[in-house]
């Protein structure tokens, strides 16, 4: 798909069917993520991790962005992370699936523990701070009323 119809369609959705993602389709939004354009001192300072609610399922997924303990500012530690996630953004978009936002502190409380950050492969010396579920969409993506550059245009006006 061209960039203008991904970033067209590119927006969370608020259903996902409980269909298996492909080893491929996995690896394509991890790798969008660790391209993202953060300086390349701040590479190693970053984690992704993904794993199923449904233990050994792959879908849907979790993918979670973590920060290495004290590495970076308060001020851009989300700015950072923010600029990964929306690399996978687009490239779930791309793939024709959908994702959907986990901000509740319900949903990192979850995931930070030492012992669900062991289970589900999180560094102990990282704490999450980003948090996206992947996975096929109730409705296809690829039907969703694309937004023109005048609709766009009127969003900053």
């Known amino acids: ?48 991790t993904f794993y199923s609610e449904q233990g050994d399922a ?14 970076t500012d308060e001020s851009s530690k989300y700015l950072f992370a923010g600029m990964i996630m929306c690399q996978m953004q687009l490239a779930t978009t791309n793939s024709l699936l959908a994702y959907q936002f986990i901000t509740d502190e319900e949903g990192f409380a979850r995931i930070s523990s030492p012992e669900a950050k062991k289970e589900i492969g999180i560094p102990e010396n990282y704490t999450p701070i980003q948090q996206l579920r992947v996975g096929y969409p109730e409705n296809r993506v690829d039907s969703r009323e694309t937004h023109t550059l005048s609709s766009l245009m009127e969003r900053f006006n």
Do not use: C, W
């Open 58 to 71: 792959r879908g849907p997924i979790n993918i979670v962005v973590s920060l290495k303990d004290g590495e």
């Open 1 to 48: 798909m061209d960039f203008t119809k991904v970033a067209a369609l590119n927006r969370p959705t608020e259903k996902l069917v409980a269909i298996e993602l492909t080893e491929a389709q996995i690896e394509a939004i991890i790798v969008a993520g660790l391209a993202a354009p953060i300086p390349e001192q701040l590479y190693d300072k970053f984690h992704i």
